[in-house]
């Protein structure tokens, strides 16, 4: 084992989401993580699913039976870090809340992401990514001002404001309990990781230099130096040239540099400027403008699909791509100077490592094959996968 948290245990309770991209970074940076799947399911998920990669062993629980909770329990006692997806009450009902599992093992850091957090009026409600950051404020200084605010995919909420921020919690609470010896709870939502990620923009706000007007801010795309343009094939350049080096060099690559043009930060001719942009990086294409600002501080690059990405000259250096049981998906990331990360297994076949676990929890053989009947290793009426079976899971399984 190599990264940073090598020695970690991490026991993951399957969910969808910023709880198995959480768990994959944890994994990404060196935790060794046991992936407990819903024996009755409840979600479909591709088995090219990158963020399930990394996984050092999967089983398949009944948590409705008693039998399967104790093996929870079991499971909790020898971790470091517990992370659940449920709705508020659900972990407590089955008898493997944060309670039942501290008292198990006092050290353990119970991690918890929801959207709208374990208690408050909205708790016990469904939501998505888009109710999240509509809530928080995050939605609306999206997209242009005549339009409705696009959804940013589910980037903000599920995985920067909810798996990210549980990952920073669960390691201050490990950094924590090296001083205090004792685990706690990490309530990770993501409708107040979506709001922390706007804190930038209320302190614009505060200093009379951000408003609620969609699309006439200096980052919203008002900006005519901080927004894409279309080229000739149809395709798109973004431009970050906010400072005035950098905006002399735009006009510059641009062929505009002589021309009798507003200032910069004048926003009354904020429209002239656009328009002028627009009519210039219209003549040629994305390739051709790459490479007329290649080499520059313009802050002037391509705008690339996702199959593009991995075959930029700058990310494939850099091998910020790679390949895992033939998914191309983004590498590990941030890199360590001394505690390298290494390449990620691809994705355990759903309850493949029951026998093997539960041999480690001290069961004895008679006590794995009455298991293995009942509450552990079936799920979906297919067997537990035999110790070292072939990694190919089906085109479709419920997790």
């Known amino acids: 084992m190599s990264g940073p948290l090598a020695g970690v245990e991490v026991l993951e309770i399957a969910s969808i989401g910023p709880g198995p991209f959480a768990v994959m970074v944890l994994a990404d940076l060196g935790a060794s993580v046991t992936r407990v799947e819903r024996k009755d399911g409840a979600a479909v998920m ?6 399930l990669r990394g996984r050092d062993a999967s089983i398949s629980i009944d948590l409705k039976h008693p039998d399967g909770v104790e093996v929870l329990l079991r499971l909790a006692e020898r971790a470091d870090v517990l992370v659940e997806g449920f709705r508020p009450g659900v972990m407590e009902r089955l008898g493997v809340g944060p309670e039942e599992c501290l008292e198990r093992n006092p050290r353990l850091v119970y991690g918890r992401i929801t959207g709208w957090g374990q208690d408050g009026p909205r708790a016990g ?3 998505h990514d888009i109710d999240y950051i509509a809530i928080a404020g995050a939605l609306h200084p999206l997209g242009r001002p005549e339009e409705p605010p696009p959804p ?7 995985f920067g404001g909810g798996g990210m921020l549980l990952i920073a919690g669960v390691l201050a609470a490990l950094v924590e309990r090296e001083r205090s010896g004792a685990g706690q709870v990490v309530d990770a939502a993501m409708v107040e990781g979506a709001a922390l990620l706007t804190a930038m923009f209320h302190g614009l706000s505060a200093q009379g230099l951000w408003t609620d007007d969609r699309g006439g801010n200096l980052l919203d795309g008002g900006a005519p130096f901080y ?4 080229t000739s094939d149809g395709r798109f350049m973004a431009v970050g040239a906010l400072e005035p080096q950098f905006y002399a060099e735009l006009l510059n690559g641009l062929g505009v540099g002589d021309e009798d043009l507003p200032d910069q930060y004048d926003r009354s001719g904020w429209p002239r400027l656009h328009d002028r942009f627009s009519t210039v990086f219209a003549t040629r294409s994305r390739e051709e403008w790459t490479a007329v600002f290649a080499g520059t501080d313009a802050c002037v690059v391509p705008v690339l699909a996702m199959s593009e990405a991995p075959h930029d000259p700058h990310t494939s250096a850099r091998r910020g791509f790679i390949e895992v049981a033939g998914v191309m998906q983004p590498a590990p990331a941030p890199r360590f100077s001394r505690t390298p990360t290494t390449r990620p297994s691809p994705r355990r076949v759903p309850g493949e490592d029951a026998r093997g676990v539960l ?13 293995l009947r009942g509450p552990v290793g079936t799920r979906g009426g297919l067997a537990a996968a035999p110790e070292g079976s072939p990694r190919s899971p089906p085109a479709a399984r419920l997790c």
């Open 227 to 230: 927004r894409c343009y279309r």
């Open 125 to 127: 409600s469904a939501g």
């Open 359 to 371: 041999g480690r929890l001290g069961y004895t053989e008679p006590e794995i094959d009455a298991l």
């Open 152 to 158: 940013p995919l589910n980037l903000v909420a599920d």
């Open 46 to 51: 591709v088995p090219q699913d990158a963020m």
